[in-house]
C-alpha cells in the first residue's frame, strides 16, 4: 500500500535524486524534478505535496526562488 503523504523532490543532480527516491519511496509517494522549472510543472499539474524538498544551488532557478 503507498502512503498518501506527496513528497516533491527537486535538484539538478539526477544521482541525488536516485539516492532520495531509494530511501524513501517505500514509505511516501515521491515525485522528482531535474530543474526549478519543471517542479512548477509538476506542482501545477500533480500538486498539491505536503513537502517540497529543493536543492538550493541549481542553475537558472535556484531553490529560494522555486519556494518563494
Not at 513528497?7 to 509517494?29: C, K, S, T
Not at 509538476?42 to 542553475?59: L, S, T
Amino acid at each position: 500500500m503507498k502512503p498518501e503523504l506527496k513528497i516533491l523532490l527537486v535538484d539538478d543532480e539526477p544521482n541525488v535524486l536516485a539516492a532520495f527516491q531509494r530511501n524513501l519511496r517505500q514509505r511516501f509517494a515521491l515525485d522528482t524534478a531535474q530543474s526549478g522549472a519543471e517542479a512548477l510543472r509538476k506542482i501545477e499539474q500533480h500538486g498539491p505535496y505536503a513537502v517540497i524538498v529543493a536543492d538550493m544551488q541549481m542553475p537558472e532557478m535556484n531553490g529560494l526562488e522555486l519556494l518563494v
